[in-house]
Structure formats: structure tokens, C-alpha cells
């Protein structure tokens, strides 16, 4: 009798555990069902939307591709000076080495005198202020 009782409590522990399993996984699926409904709402509200967002869409693809083909166009402008707008000829050659070697002596050399005419100038200027200093003493 013990035995048969032991037995029936067991079973109606197991049945009571199972129930509470299934009370806990009909929970879940009500929340979860509640959640697809709110998800289901909002969608809902938005499916006015969807034509605006769409012509919003094709709009900006539209931009996009004209500021591609006017970035296409600049960079055209760029790598080939030949059709730039603003492009100006510059008259005359540019010279050789040789020229421009002879040409930097020629400077060097009038640089080199402008700097002893100065030289000797300092030196007459302070010649004349050690006069003017001693005619004044």
C-alpha cells in the first residue's frame, strides 16, 4: 500500500513538474507572441511610408549618380590640364643646363661684387664717422 502510494506521489510530482513546464513554456510563447504583435503593429504603421521612402530612395540613387558623373567629370579635368577651362599657354623655352649653369655664375659674380662695393662702402663710412668723431672732440 506504502509502495502504491509512493508510486502515485511520484507520478503526480512528475505531473505536477511537467505541468509547470508547460505553464512556463506557454508564458514564453505568449510574450513572444506579444512581441510579433507590437513588431506586426509597427510594420503596419510604416507600410503607409513605403511609397514615400521609395520615390526618397530613387531620388538620392538619382543625386548620387549625377554627383558621380560630376566627380568623373572634375577628375577628368584634373588628370588632363589640356581641357581645363582656366588653362593659360606660357610663352618661351625653358633653358638647358649649360644656360642655366652660365646664368647662375653671371648672379654669383654680380652678387660677389655688389658684396665688396659694400664692403668698401662700410669701410669709407666708417673712415668718415672716425673723422667727424675726432673733428667733433
Request: aromatic letters at 2%; hydrophobic letters at 30%; a positive charge.
Amino acid at each position: 500500500m506504502y509502495e502504491k502510494s509512493n508510486i502515485q506521489e511520484q507520478i503526480l510530482k512528475n505531473g505536477e513538474q511537467k505541468i509547470r513546464e508547460k505553464e512556463e513554456k506557454i508564458k514564453m510563447i505568449n510574450l513572444e507572441l506579444k512581441e510579433r504583435q507590437r513588431q506586426l503593429n509597427v510594420v503596419r504603421k510604416l507600410v503607409p511610408q513605403v511609397p514615400k521612402l521609395a520615390e526618397q530612395v530613387k531620388n538620392l540613387h538619382n543625386k548620387k549618380e549625377s554627383e558621380i558623373k560630376n566627380v568623373n567629370h572634375l577628375s577628368g579635368l584634373l588628370e588632363n590640364p589640356e581641357k581645363h577651362p582656366r588653362r593659360i599657354n606660357l610663352l618661351g623655352e625653358d633653358p638647358d643646363q649649360d644656360a642655366l649653369t652660365a646664368k647662375i655664375q653671371v648672379l654669383e659674380e654680380r652678387l660677389n661684387n655688389k658684396k665688396e662695393a659694400l664692403l668698401e662702402k662700410e669701410l669709407v663710412y666708417e673712415e668718415v664717422s672716425n673723422l667727424a668723431e675726432k673733428l667733433r672732440t
